[in-house]
């Protein structure tokens, strides 16, 4: 017989959705069991790229970014149709004016740190195989754990990534209609290229052998500051490469047209192996909270579909999941109580709803190389254009009192109707 414990809230995944609700609750004065299947510090397939929403989020966790291993950038640059552009992050009033770059194989660990650091209790080596289930009323009641313990809640938090498995065992499966991306990425040793100022992202991929043929997908180069780059492209559901291709013989043949002198061209340089894993969007998963559960981060497929970023929206949706959570669990009427919590799935839909829809149409439009060609070839030689497409991408305007692309964007994904 294992260990039974009891909480306000279960949190299973301490990614950075997770450890961003267990945060939020347990600065509340909430009992938090934040329960993680790996131990810290460990790995995770990711590109390692902050901009300026996910920075939001870590000042409002109190992350100290000052410290070594973060690396500060400027903006975004953006190569493509023969042209380098240097992109800065808006001047806004809502975001800080930087992104950030800090490699995932601590990042998750600083922020199960600081959630433990307000009072939540982090389980890690505990793998979560399952919901409890009140028979009577359908309700998740809690979970249990491969090694054998059960933990109960009135409200569970499924913050599990992109496998999903726990909303999967309530019969919460992903939706084929909506977009998905596959990336895989590489860190390298890169004197030349570790501390860059921007992120950098390349709208066309060539090879060396053949630099009229372009590859299908869209790559990064990220300095890490630490002497590497993170390195990697994506694919999206939309091309017709998808599913077809060795994606990681395409990141070497990519990589094997850039300067020798970047390090990037020769295995000797590279720091471990090419790993990849899938980017759920545009809310694959639905619906957001059912019968005692709510879904966080890319467990609810929140990636954003037009640039890739997920770590700001599963640190965003874990903050307002733990804010709906500390009112809804003060109040004692159930029928209430689930009000409340149906208020969850509500919101997320009004921030960002229109977006993802925007961003639906926007994959299944650069799925056509022609089109993006295009796109890139007419966009590129006008930087005023590419600063309000930056602000697009990158879902950063203000909501009021911004200047005029910002009130185009936010009426944009107003009219559109919400996924
Ligand atoms: C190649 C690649 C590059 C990317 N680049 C970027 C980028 O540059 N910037 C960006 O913002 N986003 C990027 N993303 C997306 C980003 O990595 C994810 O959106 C983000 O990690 C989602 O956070 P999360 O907390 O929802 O899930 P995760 O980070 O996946 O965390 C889930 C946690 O749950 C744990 N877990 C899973 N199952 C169980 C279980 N049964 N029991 C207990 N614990 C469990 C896992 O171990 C993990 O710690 C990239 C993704 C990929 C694949």
Known sequence: MGNVDEADVVVVGAGPGGSSTAFHLARHGLRVLLLEKSEFPREKVCGDGLTPRAVRQLVDMGVDTEKDGWLRNKGLRVIGAGIRLELDWPDLASFPDYGLTRTRMDFDQILAQRAVEVGAELHTGTTVTGPLLDEATGRITGVRTEQGDTYTAPLVVSADGVSGRFPISLGLNKREDRPIGVAVRRYYRSEARHDDEYLESWLELR???????????????????????????????????????????????????????????????????????????????????????????????????????????????????????????????????????????????????????????????????????????????????????????????????????DRIINAMTKVVPAV
């Open 207 to 405: 090879t060396k052998d053949d630099p009229n043929r372009m590859l299908p997908g869209y790559g990064w180069i990220f300095g890490m500051g630490d002497g590497r780059v993170n390195v990697g492209l994506g694919v999206l559901n939309s091309s017709a490469a998808w599913g077809k291709t060795n994606y990681r013989q395409m990141l070497v043949d990519w990589l094997g047209s850039t300067p020798p002198e970047w390090g990037m061209a020769e295995e000797a340089n590279a720091d471990g192996p090419i790993l990849g894993a899938a980017l759920p969007m545009g809310f694959s998963r639905v619906p957001h909270y059912a019968r005692g559960v709510l879904l966080v981060g890319d467990s609810g497929g929140m990636v954003n579909p037009f640039n890739g970023e997920g770590i700001a929206y599963a640190m965003e949706s874990g903050a307002l999941a733990a804010e709906i959570a500390v009112q809804a669990l003060a109040q004692s009427d159930p029928a209430r109580r689930e009000r409340m919590l149906q208020h969850y799935p509500t919101e997320l839909r009004a921030r960002y709803g229109g977006y993802y829809r925007l961003g639906g149409w926007f994959v299944k439009l650069i799925g056509n190389p022609q089109l993006m060609r295009f796109a890139t070839k007419h966009g590129m030689p006008h930087p005023a254009l590419m600063r309000f497409v930056l602000k697009l991408l990158a879902n950063l305007t203000d909501p009021r009192g911004g200047d005029a692309s």
